[in-house]
T-cell receptor
Framework: KNEVEQSPQNLTAQEGEFITINCSYS?????LHWLQQHPGGGIVSLFM???GKKKHGRLIATINIQEKHSSLHITASHPRDSAVYIC????????????FGQGTRLTINP | DTAVSQTPKYLVTQMGNDKSIKCEQN?????MYWYKQDSKKFLKIMFS???????INETVPNRFSPKSPDKAHLNLHINSLELGDSAVYFC???????????????????FGEGSWLTVV
């Protein structure tokens, strides 16, 4: 079993819908990253957080350290949000290692 | 200007060949990484360097040899390519030396565009 599990693996929604992608992890972490990978392949860092909540535009990321769980929300979703969203955790022991979830493929239909 | 650039973007080569992928970052970051994304789109770390010093070598075969001539460059050389090496290889960098430190803007990780390697 992977140390980082995301759900759902695939998500299709209509434009305007509120989107939630979940990430659960089983190891001690110092930070959690949400990344976005577009169909062209490039990867962009969306958020890095270790507690609470962060907001950037229509994107909101939350984390509950006690429950080892994080969510990424997208409000008023748009077709340009279609991408693979990847959760990654920075392992608390060792150096400079990120462990990735398998990704959630999001498709927003117009 | 591209922050993290890697070349080539696409590479098709025969089994047994030796190839290199180059990576450069113009962000002044201390730490650089190589990640491999397999056919199932799963990302895994291969190597990380901090100021030209190898920090992580994540059970990667000896055929893979990273080289960091300076902290702005981290190249990946692959000997005797095998079919299973076909994947997308991502270079990345972060300013601070430890991705697993407390999150600050310096620990944001920046990825290159990826290099699609196909071994035939």
């Amino acid at each position: 079993k992977n140390e980082v599990e995301q759900s759902p693996q695939n998500l299709t929604a209509q434009e305007g819908e509120f989107i939630t992608i979940n990430c659960s992890y089983s190891v001690g972490i110092s930070a959690l990253h949400w990344l976005q990978q577009h169909p062209g392949g490039g990867i962009v860092s969306l958020f890095m957080l270790s507690s609470g909540k962060k907001k950037h535009g229509r994107l909101i990321a939350t984390i509950n350290i006690q429950e080892k769980h994080s969510s990424l929300h997208i409000t008023a979703s748009h077709p340009r949000d279609s991408a693979v969203y990847i959760c990654a955790v920075a392992i608390i022991q060792g150096a400079q290692k990120l462990v990735f979830g398998q990704g959630t493929r999001l498709t927003i239909n117009p | 200007d591209t922050a993290v650039s890697q070349t080539p973007k696409y590479l098709v080569t025969q089994m047994g060949n030796d190839k290199s992928i180059k990576c450069e970052q113009n962000l002044g970051h201390d730490t650089m990484y190589w990640y491999k994304q397999d056919s199932k789109k799963f990302l895994k770390i291969m190597f990380s360097y901090n100021n030209k010093e190898l920090i992580i070598n994540e059970t990667v075969p000896n055929r893979f040899s990273p080289k960091s001539p300076d902290k702005a460059h981290l190249n990946l050389h692959i000997n005797s390519l095998e079919l299973g090496d076909s994947a997308v290889y991502f270079c990345a960098s972060s300013r601070e030396g430890h991705v697993n430190s407390k999150p600050t803007s310096g620990n944001t990780i920046y990825f290159g565009e990826g290099s699609w390697l196909t071994v035939v």
